[in-house]
């Protein structure tokens, strides 16, 4: 009986890029531009720093280029320093439905290799198109029960890291199996780093990435590992899930549009779980013309898995107010967007914002959680002083494929995160070289015109 582990093998070995759709190229030029707006944006921060510097200590033969300082070093330590700075800023890409950020495992392994081997662009792209698939299937078959303790960016992004780098190396249906296995059994990241606002959540996805690029090489040179990674007794399923689906790993796999396409982008620098709460207060600000003087009260309903992350949340610093409710939706009424502006130690203190987040009540909905994780909604309602109320239910926040950005929306996000790092004519020479990826005959050459 073919295993879970040899189904995507194949898939992954079968993906031919010259195959791939229009619209799917398209797409992966534009998750790969948006990572690269949140890596530079991120580069700075202190655990970005931190891990660079780890990194630059241990050294390593230079085969791929560390963004944040434009150094190159080995294939494994620039994942690991580029996936880390690409999840700092909370603007990395999301899909709903797997609970997972792919690009900031999946596209930082991707390249890495690529450059490594001096891999074509179209050949990157597959790869980050089948690391997208493996890594949301993934997802998908642990559901929210898995979500409840582990991060499914830094677990189950390790399978789409290690998929997206097996095809970069070009191997066999058994080492692609083999890279899977390993995968998995160095899969982790919980969430227990919320409670102290700590670095973690910048590690799981530099970890997953560099431990993708491990399983492959790994696999490369024979290294064994589990068969039965996923439905075995002792696997990553049942060890990580109280419930999960193992159909959704293979059901329709190679045939169904490819994953990438479901995938969401971020209009604010905030946990996606408030994105929706944020849409749905700006659109009444906006039809009402509203001031924060004019704000008697706020109440956000939303669905539990939402507060069961963060209803303990509290904003002690720039990075953990990204996560906490009241304080990113009091940003919104009071300054009609939540940017990289709002995470700042001054804002921390704002007395506009102090002003309304004790005016704001969380309510937990249990009829918004029957639809989620396809939905992720919220329900706003503010009563004014005046004694009015007004209320907004967003069920799919600006980005989402059903409300999606336009390119020159990206595009625009892309320059706004990346000014600080680079100039105006690197930042345009960088779209350029995302939207002609495909062109490209060796990309250990990407970088040597940009940053």
């Known amino acids: 009986m073919t295993t879970i582990q040899e189904q995507m093998a194949a898939f992954v070995f079968d993906t031919d890029h010259k195959a791939l759709s229009a619209e799917t190229l398209a797409m992966a030029k534009l998750c790969v531009l948006d990572w690269l707006g949140s890596v530079y944006a991120g580069k700075g921060a202190r655990p970005a720093m931190a891990i660079l510097l780890v990194a630059k200590s241990l050294g390593g033969n230079p085969e791929s280029t560390v963004l944040p300082d434009g150094s190159r070093t080995s294939a494994y330590m620039a994942a690991l320093v580029n996936a880390a700075a690409s999840h700092v800023v909370e603007m990395d890409d999301l899909h709903k439905r797997s609970i997972l950020h792919p690009a900031a495992p999946v596209i930082p392994a991707a390249l890495a290799l690529?450059?490594?081997?001096?891999?074509?662009?179209?050949?990157?792209?597959?790869?980050?198109?089948?690391?997208?698939?493996?890594?949301?299937?993934?997802?998908?078959?642990?559901?929210?029960?898995?979500?409840?303790?582990?991060?499914?960016?830094?677990?189950?992004?390790?399978f789409g890291a290690a998929a997206a780098v097996a095809k970069i190396l070009g191997l066999s249906k058994p080492e692609v199996a083999m890279a899977l296995g390993s995968a998995g059994t160095q899969a982790a990241g919980l969430w227990e780093f919320l409670s102290d606002g700590a670095m973690s959540k910048q590690l799981h996805p530099a970890k997953a990435a560099a431990d993708g690029v491990l399983a492959g090489l790994l696999a490369e040179q024979g290294f064994t590992a589990a068969t039965r990674i996923f439905e075995g007794e002792k696997g990553f399923c049942r060890a990580m899930a109280q419930e999960f689906d193992l159909s959704r790993l293979t059901q329709g796999l190679g045939a169904e549009p490819p994953r990438i396409l479901s995938t969401s982008f971020k209009a604010h620098a905030a946990c996606y779980h408030i994105h929706s709460a944020i849409d749905a207060v700006l659109e009444i600000r906006r039809k009402l013309s509203l001031k924060p003087s004019d704000v008697e009260r706020v109440q956000i309903a939303v669905y539990p898995a939402a507060l069961d992350l963060l209803e303990k949340v509290e904003p002690r610093d720039p990075y953990a107010a990204k996560f906490n409710i009241p304080f990113c939706v009091a940003t919104a009424l009071v300054y009609g967007q939540v940017g990289l502006s709002a995470f700042t130690t001054d804002r921390l203190g704002d007395p506009k914002i102090q002003e309304i987040v004790p005016r704001?009540?969380?309510?937990?909905?249990?009829?918004?959680?029957?639809?989620?994780?396809?939905?992720?909604?919220?329900?706003?309602?503010?009563?004014?002083?005046?004694?009015?109320?007004?209320?907004?239910?967003?069920d799919y926040p600006k980005g989402d494929p059903k409300n999606p950005m336009s390119e020159e929306e990206l595009v625009a996000k892309f320059h706004n995160l990346a000014t600080p790092a680079l100039s105006e004519e690197q930042r345009k020479k960088t779209v350029e070289a995302c939207q002609r990826l495909d062109g490209f005959e060796n990309l250990a050459t990407f970088f040597d015109d940009l940053a």
């Open 114 to 158: 690529a450059e490594r081997e001096g891999a074509s662009g179209s050949e990157f792209l597959s790869a980050v198109v089948v690391g997208y698939e493996v890594a949301i299937r993934v997802g998908e078959a642990m559901g929210p029960s898995h979500y409840r303790f582990w991060h499914t960016t830094g677990t189950c992004g390790t």
């Open 360 to 394: 704001i009540a969380l309510v937990r909905d249990a009829e918004l959680g029957k639809v989620y994780p396809d939905r992720w909604p919220a329900v706003a309602e503010v009563t004014t002083r005046a004694g009015q109320s007004h209320a907004a239910r967003i």
